[in-house]
């Protein structure tokens, strides 16, 4: 059948559906388990908890599925920034806060790795089947230990060049991500503009020039894209806006709404929320900020600056404020459980399948 | 079979593989009958050409063809110029001009509508087959036009809100161009930048907005784009790339070897040579030309201001200021006749229909 194949024998899942490990609370256990108890795999994007969070998190997940799931880190940076750097993006950021009635102060801490340290020995604790790794690849001394749990390890890439990184420090198999996806770019060698590659583009040649397998990400939505990036030689997809929108999904009601909303030419890139380059529907956050992108301080430190003032938006229903991270495909997106857009692709797929059985 | 639709019905055609109408000398009599002859559409770029030299390549097709084929004409523009605006343009290029031992004037004469009226008539009277469009849609009057003469219609399309647009002027069906694409964006609603939406995301959306076939450009070298393509819902291709570097194109050498060596992240957008953001590979002169984007003259002013140099250049075998139009597929670019091409395009995807067949 069209979806067995080696990551789906090698994760043991039944469709070759990765639903993305998205941070900052869109992936609830509840979407997590859905997604693996459909057939596909879920992923818990651990980017932005705590060690607490992730464990409990985790074994959350455990309780509603017995089937294999993901989780994902971010591989942790540590800029440094200037106390003049950080004066300018507070005045910037000054007018949200006010128009917000935010008055605390935003502490900014020196960025350490020490999270992710304890994430991973959390991952390792727990046997958490899957981890894949985003912003950079993981170290070989990474991955070996991952090995030795038996954890499958997938990596992200959005260049061939990344890919072979990747192959190279030894993941299993890697996710390139076209440059249609919504949410942060995985780019970590060069400059993000220059690794804008579409999908339709960067899959194939990345195919031809790795030996592990390759998961598609960007602009998938339905049957369609999930059967196209298979042609196209991935061996599975991995789907972040169809399952933002999702029932499960704890991403914000204004976030999901403006997706549904959404047509092709809103997502744009933007660095303003955190610091790094990412695909979110345009406001007016991301409008007045354009000016100042390229002096802003650099992820993590922009995105804590903007942390309450995004918590803040929310719940003052001030989605102009708010980071709508969405891909280049918001008009197939859909209000609909994770269940029921795992089977409405697979039905798609099993169509298109037949109608080329038949044609020829 | 898999290539039998409305469009290669419509056209006439054995298999739904346009080669793009690309100007400025590549599609020469050779390839765009090479392609015919081979069952796809060829196209002769006529955007640049003179009223004689649109009539003598289109009889001159003829002669080596009897297959349908097309002709692309570009919508005409006449922005208008400050004298300021020449002279600093002039400045900047100035440099370019003295290492290639440039002396004569460039001449900028306001830009009219003339040439495509002279162009139309020929079409007519030529009775060519084929007609496409880009850089506007069609007015519904040359539409109308050329279907008294029983001409298909074509149109280029970045966004679904101009591919519905195109509908509405009564196109026969709509090229829409991924922003993968090589050579000069489409869009002509909005901002370029926010029409750069990536093929896997662009072909799904449109498909479900309009009633017309839609014809998949950017990012597709072979079979497997091909194939990807027609399941996103796309009833046929155009392909630039893939041509440029082929046996019968008439590009510089220095063109094709640029393609052939490159990789993804290699072309990126320019507006440098003619005013009009176009994707080709990364050298000197956008280089250098990058600051001045903003403040070029609009197209067609800007290409008649390095069209010496881009020439010169050509001639003295310096491909640093040449413009080397590519796709962001350049690694799987092939020196191959143009018929070997489309037969390795048709039986790779024969055996990718095969496999489905096998395994459903």
């Known amino acids: 059948m069209w979806y067995e ?28 388990a859905a997604v693996s ?13 705590s060690s607490e969070q992730t464990r409990e998190s985790i074994r959350k997940v455990k ?31 000054q007018p949200f806060r006010e128009k917000l009635g935010i008055s605390e102060k935003t502490e900014v801490k020196k960025p350490t790795a020490t999270l992710f340290e304890q994430q991973m020995e959390i991952i390792m604790e727990e046997r958490v089947p899957v981890c894949s790794f985003t912003f950079d690849v993981p170290s070989k001394e990474t991955v070996q230990q991952l090995k030795t749990g ?32 919504g949410g942060h770019r995985g780019t970590f ?11 339709m583009a960067l899959v194939p040649q990345t195919v031809d020039q790795v030996n592990i397998p390759v998961i598609a990400a960007g602009g998938i939505m339905d049957g369609r894209g999930v059967l196209a990036a298979l042609i196209l030689g991935a061996q599975a997809v ?4 169809a399952f933002v929108t999702s029932i499960e999904s704890g991403a914000k009601e204004q976030h ?51 942390k309450t003032i995004r918590s803040e938006a929310a719940k003052q229903n001030r989605p102009e404020w708010m980071s709508l991270w969405c891909g280049q495909n918001p008009r197939s997106s859909k209000h609909l459980s994770a269940s029921k857009v795992i089977s ?8 298109i399948v037949k109608h080329i059985e038949t044609r020829g």
Chains 1, 2 share one sequence.
């Open 189 to 199: 060698m060069g400059s993000f503009e220059e690794a804008m590659i579409g999908t």
């Open 238 to 241: 991995q789907m972040g806006t």
């Open 5 to 32: 194949n080696k990551v789906t024998q090698d994760l043991n899942i039944k469709y070759p559906i990765v639903q993305a490990g998205m941070a900052g609370g869109i992936t609830t256990p509840e979407l997590v």
């Open 344 to 351: 409405d692709i697979v039905s798609q797929v099993d169509d």
């Open 63 to 93: 309780q509603l599925t017995d089937k294999p799931f993901g989780v994902n880190l971010f591989i942790p940076e540590t800029p440094d920034v200037s106390e003049d750097e950080l004066k300018k993006a507070n005045e910037w950021l």
């Open 256 to 306: 999901k709404e403006a997706i549904l909303n959404s047509t092709e030419e809103q997502p744009v890139i933007t660095s303003a929320f955190s610091g790094k380059p990412a695909r979110g529907i345009q406001n007016d956050f991301i409008t007045k900020m354009a000016k100042h992108e390229t002096e802003l301080p650099k992820y993590p430190i922009q995105n804590t600056l903007t």
């Open 150 to 181: 038996n954890i499958m390890v997938i990596g992200t890439a959005t260049t061939v060049k990344e890919a072979i990184a990747n192959e190279e420090n030894g993941v299993d198999m890697v996710v390139v991500q076209g440059s249609e996806a």
């Open 37 to 49: 108890n459909s057939g596909g795999l879920g992923s818990l994007g651990a980017g932005y908890m």
